[in-house]
């Protein structure tokens, strides 16, 4: 059986790579393909530790950020698409109006 | 499989005002849906639904329990304090609406039942006794209040709030999760107050990785009560979205992750307090010093209050920093008087914004007192109580929080908090100069609407009150503490 820890060290390197790329990259949907990742490490996590403790809870809470990831997925691209609209541009750099 | 409980069906009696403000909010949308042109009902229908939620809050505030659905949601006076400046805040935003809405003509019905379902997400958040439940009613509020931010569709500032503002809300929700997923493997339960029993049970106050999860929890917070250095987003959010909603943030938000800040500190980790307390120090001397200093070079009154909210929750985080009943009812007592002072700000500002000036501008103000006196009195009222100039409520506010930070022994913050308090006077009382020491340069009238009225009225009467008789509320705050402290 592969042990518990390796899980753990699976979403930690996810969390670190959702992480950076949200910081460094500066297209906007990269930026959500980020936080995606950042989400998935979470629940690699939650079910990983629920599997090992035998309690449901952490299962429970996965079911829950995937439906919430799906929801918050859909409105922050009709974000973007009312941005596109009008800027024609998806990347952060340009999208700079309001500043100070 | 230990932890599998029974299930039993709970009365949902106790739940009655988030259910009436969950079928209020799907009403909304049919009825927008079917009326067509006689859409001037929605406010009316959505303000309606508020007070009597806020009915029903009162009428069941006699049965708290301490475990609905499994102990996964609590109902104390708490949670019930928190609720009621949720509901007041939504109430406001509703009347300053209406005025608002016609000006930009924005016509969606979605718009009130965003508002609702906001509303009840803060509800569940503040009642939540388990991180799941907390999570829902987190994203439940924050997913309506992206899609609020971003509703003036045509509107490419509007664009870029909601867009800058849904990215950092969304990255702080990852952290948080990740934070509670780690929480999650080290105690196996998502229960606060059993993280509490097992923190102790398996001896992990020491422990650094728990330290990290804890860590994560409080940036995620920190983002969403806007807090430096997470504050970034904040002044551009607030000034490009639609000015009734840069009200409701600054107000009913900021308030439930207060309430939900306090409880997960207070109630699932007062063991790890010498760790958390000098780190909430800090962040709250620097969301001060932040807020107060960069407002200061603010020409836009928008983004100028957006800055003055990030100072004003530095100050509400040294309630936290108390981490006693003092300190708590404080938080409790202050976020209701911000919620009357803000919105009284914002209803000014909504007031003088027609199709010619948007009224955001500092130099939309001058000589204000010459064409309309009152509204520039009123205002005057409000950037005092802000300031903290007594008799305004903004004074006892202050003065409480400050008093508990004090008897907790962070002297040096609170001398801090003053000076940078005085720092705030500088750009509070500047809308005031260019209010009476100005000429106007049109001389226009203002034009004012009977919403517009009202919330004004109710929030001058809540400043001047809480002001002048402080004592009522302090009193009901403190009551409902014995609860989280357990």
């Not at chain 1, 393909?33 to 299962?59: F, K």
């Not at chain 2, 509703?151 to 664009?159: G, I, M, P």
């Not at chain 2, 979205?241 to 997960?264: D, E, H």
Request: aromatic share 12%.
């Amino acid at each position: 059986m592969i042990p518990v820890s390796w899980y753990l060290t699976l979403a930690a390197i996810l969390f670190s790579i959702g992480v950076y790329g949200f910081l460094a990259r500066r297209n906007v949907i990269i930026m959500f393909l980020s936080i995606e990742l950042m989400l998935n490490a979470a629940n690699l996590n939650l079910v990983a530790v629920s599997h090992y403790l035998t309690d449901l809870r952490g299962q429970i809470l996965t079911f829950f950020i995937i439906a919430v990831a799906a929801a918050e997925a859909a409105i922050g691209l009709g974000i973007v698409v009312a941005l596109f609209r009008n800027k024609a541009t998806v990347y952060a750099d340009e999208i700079a109006q309001m500043k100070g | 499989m230990d932890t599998a409980p029974n299930f039993i069906l709970t009365p949902l009696a106790p739940l009655a005002p988030e259910l009436l403000l969950i079928c209020l909010g799907l009403l909304l949308v049919v009825v927008d849906l079917f009326l067509g042109e006689k859409r001037h009902i929605l406010p009316w229908l959505a303000a309606l639904g508020t007070l009597t939620g806020l009915f029903l809050l009162g009428n069941g505030s006699g049965h708290f329990s301490d475990g609905l659905f499994g102990g996964m949601y609590i109902l104390d006076a708490y949670s019930l304090f928190f609720k009621v400046i949720c509901l007041i805040g939504v109430l406001f935003t509703v009347m300053l609406s209406v005025r608002y809405l016609d000006t930009e003509k924005m016509h969606q019905g979605e718009y009130y039942s965003l508002l609702v379902f906001a509303a009840v997400g803060m509800m569940v958040m503040v009642s939540a006794a388990d991180m799941i439940v907390l999570y829902l009613g987190l994203e439940l509020m924050a997913l309506s209040v992206y899609c609020l931010v971003g509703l003036l569709k045509s509107d490419s500032r509007s664009n870029e709030a909601a867009l800058k503002y849904f990215l950092m809300g969304a990255f702080s929700s990852g952290i948080l999760l990740y934070g509670i997923s780690l929480i999650y493997g080290m105690t196996g339960t998502t229960d606060l107050q059993l993280i509490s029993q097992r923190l102790t049970e398996l001896n992990l106050a020491d422990n650094t990785l728990l330290f990290i999860a804890l860590g994560m929890v409080l940036i995620a917070f920190s983002f969403k009560v806007a807090a430096a250095p997470f504050h970034m987003w904040a002044p551009d959010a607030y000034e490009g979205a639609p000015t009734p909603i840069t009200a409701f943030m600054s107000v009913g938000p900021k308030a439930a992750s207060f309430a939900v800040l306090g409880r997960i500190l207070l109630s699932g980790f007062p063991e790890l307090h010498v760790h958390w307390g000098p780190l909430i120090a800090g962040i709250a001397l620097l969301t001060m010093a932040t807020g107060n200093i960069l407002a200061i070079s603010q020409t836009n009154i928008k983004r100028m209050l957006a800055y003055s909210s990030i100072a004003h929750a530095g100050f509400a985080l040294l309630g936290i920093l108390a981490t006693s009943n003092e300190g708590v009812s404080a938080i409790m007592n202050y976020m209701l008087i911000y919620a009357f002072m803000n919105m009284g700000a914002f209803a000014i500002i909504i007031m003088l914004n027609n199709r010619e000036r948007r009224g955001e501008q500092l130099k939309d103000y001058r000589g204000l007192a010459q064409t309309n006196p009152v509204a520039a009195a009123l205002m005057l009222i409000f950037m005092f109580s802000l300031t903290g100039i007594p008799p305004t409520a903004g004074f006892i506010g202050k003065f409480y929080l400050f008093l508990a930070a004090m008897n907790a022994g962070y002297t040096g913050t609170v001398i801090a908090a003053v000076i940078l308090s005085a720092v705030s006077a500088y750009y509070y009382l500047r809308v005031v100069r260019y209010m009476y020491m100005y000429d106007s340069e049109k001389g226009e009238a203002v034009a004012m609407s009977p919403s517009l009225t009202a919330a004004l009225i109710f929030a001058v009467i809540g400043v001047i009150g809480l002001g002048v008789a402080p004592g009522w509320v302090l009193e009901m705050a403190s009551q409902s503490l014995p609860a989280l402290a357990q």
